[in-house]
């Protein structure tokens, strides 16, 4: 989620860029809270999977222990949040993309109105990349 979010924040306009910023430390503070609950329970966490396996009502007895690699993921969750805020934060200064994607004037007319790209050049074989070239002589 936090990876679709960097997406709307890098490509959004105004709006999007809020609502992306949003969901990214939304989505970062989720992902901390559900390892903080796995690495502080892990038996909970455990039994809670078995039981649902089992198509059990209760869960069964369960043994566990939290081993380095969840307090790793902690940190890593913490780090994420982190970063997310901070992406949040400064996303509010950047420009965006550039003109080309906004709307605005649309490219020359072709003669019965329709509007002409370079794609329609290189249909037609021609090569819109001698139009500016200059004149050899």
Same mark, same amino acid.
């Given at each position: 989620?936090? &990876?679709?979010?960097?997406? +709307?924040?890098? =490509?959004?306009?105004?709006?999007?860029?809020? @609502?992306? $910023? *949003? !969901?990214? #430390?939304?989505?970062?503070?989720?992902?901390?809270?559900?390892?903080?609950?796995?690495?502080?329970?892990?038996?909970?966490?455990?039994?809670?999977?078995?039981?649902?396996?089992?198509?059990?009502?209760? &869960?069964?007895?369960?043994? +566990?222990?939290? =081993?380095?690699?969840?307090?790793?993921?902690? @940190?890593? $969750? *913490? !780090?994420? #949040?982190?970063?997310?805020?901070?992406?949040?934060?400064?996303?509010?200064?950047?420009?965006?993309?550039?003109?080309?994607?906004?709307?605005?004037?649309?490219?020359?007319?072709?003669?019965?109105?329709?509007?002409?790209?370079?794609?329609?050049?290189?249909?037609?074989?021609?090569?819109?990349?001698?139009?500016? $070239?200059?004149?050899?002589?």
């Amino acid at each position: 989620m936090c &990876a679709v979010g960097l997406l +709307g924040l890098l =490509t959004g306009g105004r709006v999007i860029r809020a @609502v992306s $910023a *949003v !969901a990214m #430390v939304l989505a970062s503070l989720g992902a901390l809270a559900f390892t903080l609950l796995v690495a502080l329970r892990p038996v909970d966490a455990v039994a809670g999977a078995v039981a649902r396996e089992l198509a059990r009502t209760t &869960a069964p007895d369960a043994t +566990g222990s939290t =081993t380095p690699w969840a307090w790793v993921a902690v @940190v890593v $969750a *913490v !780090a994420l #949040v982190v970063g997310c805020v901070l992406t949040a934060l400064s996303s509010r200064s950047w420009a965006g993309l550039s003109g080309r994607y906004e709307r605005g004037e649309k490219p020359e007319s072709g003669p019965r109105g329709e509007v002409r790209t370079a794609w329609d050049e290189l249909s037609d074989g021609g090569d819109p990349t001698l139009r500016d $070239a200059p004149d050899e002589t």
